[in-house]
């Protein structure tokens, strides 16, 4: 019998950083929540599209071995420089996630963190 895939999650948080194992394929967003670890603010830990890639709510900063957006709206985001929809990515590589700290709704770009579209190989 085969061992399942796994994949390290790092994740650095405004207390300091966790690091989690989690199937390879997992939902990032899901993998946070079941964590504790929520990449929501304040007032979007209860309200929120619930990771239909709709209320951009759930943006995390990706620090390492991002992977390309897939979904239109994370594509848009990635573009222009605000967090990732934790929700629209699925975990197939070891990860470094910063939460985005004293977020109310919504984390604010920074244009230095802009991620490229990566063509697959
Ligand atoms: S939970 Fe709404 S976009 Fe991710």
Not at 37 to 55: K, Q, V
Not at 76 to 97: E, M
Request: with cysteine; glycine share 8%; hydrophobic share 40%.
């Amino acid at each position: 019998m085969t061992e399942p895939i796994t994949h390290t999650l790092t994740v650095i948080t405004p207390e300091g950083q966790v690091t989690l194992n989690v199937p390879d394929g997992a939902n990032l967003r899901q993998a946070l929540l079941a964590a504790d670890l929520s990449p929501h603010g304040a007032l979007s830990r209860r309200a929120n599209c619930g990771g239909r890639g709709l209320c951009a709510t759930c943006g995390v900063w990706i620090e390492a071995n991002a992977p390309a957006p897939s979904h239109w709206h994370d594509r848009i985001g990635a573009a222009f420089g605000y967090p990732r929809l934790s929700c629209q990515i699925a975990v197939h590589a070891p990860l470094l996630v910063r939460l985005v700290p004293n977020k109310i709704i919504w984390g604010k770009p920074e244009r230095a963190r802009r991620y490229r579209a990566q063509s697959p190989e």
